[in-house]
């Protein structure tokens, strides 16, 4: 294992020291339990956004703190889920008196320790609201999931909600708003190499050296098939097709195009495959009138990319070119 570490069972932790240091002038990093809170939470009237899970998909999601985006980001030791209690002290640090929408992946343990987290904090007189993102339309049952597991849509739903809480929205206005993102999202990605987690100190699972894997996990989980390596035009239609037809996204459609690095694929890669995607859609009729290209939601080292195409309207359209400001995503700002 090669890695630029001191120790497996420090990683996550040494990491956060790191990101308070660099980015102490926008965020707070606490500790015991560990959360990453926008600097100014919280704020007063606005509702807060609370999400999370395990750490290696940087810069998912602590990366998406501040204006615009999330208040608050829970980080879970590598591929792990938060606790229950990190989820709480999240959401009492940025109940602004508007309430709180957890945005949850679909994981058995996200969906669990969140749901623990809710109820602490209702207890605590905070309202709160839980919205289960799951647009994967690779697989409907993973090793850690029932049902579709929540992928890159979850970067759009924090992004387009971000903008409508600092709208000064409702709390039932917001998590509306994330359940239509999360209804018109779809996704599914690739992978050319596993990864490695630091305590394993050895490869998730094995591809050789002309394999691939089509509609793996963002934590190593099987996909749909292993097949040999191709061109990625055809890489694309692997993925793309299964996208657009599963919605179905429809001729005339205008949609957010994300081509996102699982954290080993350089970005002259992905707009290749960028490229070839807006040849796919547009033989279908499909627009792309905003994209989203580079590693955006990762799985530490891998090798990979994934497509998440979202069916726009007006309304999504304006809160994606609304004003951010966090680490791992800034415009207009």
């Known amino acids: 294992m090669k890695k630029l570490i001191n120790d ?57 703190v501040g204006p615009g985006m999330l208040d608050a980001a829970c980080p879970g030791e590598v591929f792990t889920s938060p606790t229950p209690d990190q989820m709480q002290v999240a959401t009492q640090a940025v109940n602004g008196g508007a309430g709180v929408l957890h945005i949850v992946k679909n994981y058995t343990g996200d969906i669990l320790n969140f749901e623990m987290a809710a109820d602490l904090a209702r207890e605590d007189g905070i309202e709160v609201e839980s919205v289960v993102i799951d647009d994967d339309v690779a697989v409907q049952d993973s090793l850690y999931t029932a049902g579709r597991r929540g992928v890159g849509a979850t970067v759009l739903a924090e992004k387009i909600c971000g903008a409508a809480a600092e709208q000064g929205r409702s709390l039932a206005e917001v998590a509306d708003l994330c359940r239509k993102v999360n209804a018109n999202a779809r996704s599914m990605g690739m992978a050319l190499t596993s990864c490695t987690v630091p305590a394993a100190g050895k490869p998730t699972f094995e591809l050789g050296a002309t394999e691939m894997e089509i509609g793996i996990g963002i934590h190593g989980e099987p996909g749909r098939e ?108």
């Open 8 to 64: 497996p069972a420090d990683v996550v932790k040494e990491a956060l020291q790191g990101v308070a240091e660099a980015h102490g002038d926008r965020l707070r990093v606490l500790t015991d339990p560990a959360v990453i809170v926008r600097a100014d939470a919280p704020v007063a009237g606005k509702v807060g956004l609370v999400s999370g899970g395990g750490s290696g998909h940087e810069p998912m999601h602590g990366g998406f």
């Open 226 to 333: 292993r097949r040999a390596v191709a061109p990625a035009r055809e890489v694309v239609e692997m993925l793309a097709t299964p996208i657009v037809d599963d919605l179905p996204f429809s001729s005339g459609d205008r949609v957010l195009a994300f081509v996102n690095s699982m954290g080993g694929t350089p970005l002259i890669e992905l707009y290749i495959v960028y490229n070839d995607l807006y040849r796919y859609l547009g033989g279908r009729g499909i627009e792309i009138s905003r994209n989203l290209i580079g590693p955006y939601i990762t799985s530490l080292e891998m090798q990979g990319c994934s497509i998440t195409l979202l069916k726009l309207d007006d309304e999504l359209t304006a809160l994606w070119d609304a004003p951010v400001n966090t680490v791992g995503l800034r415009w207009g700002a």
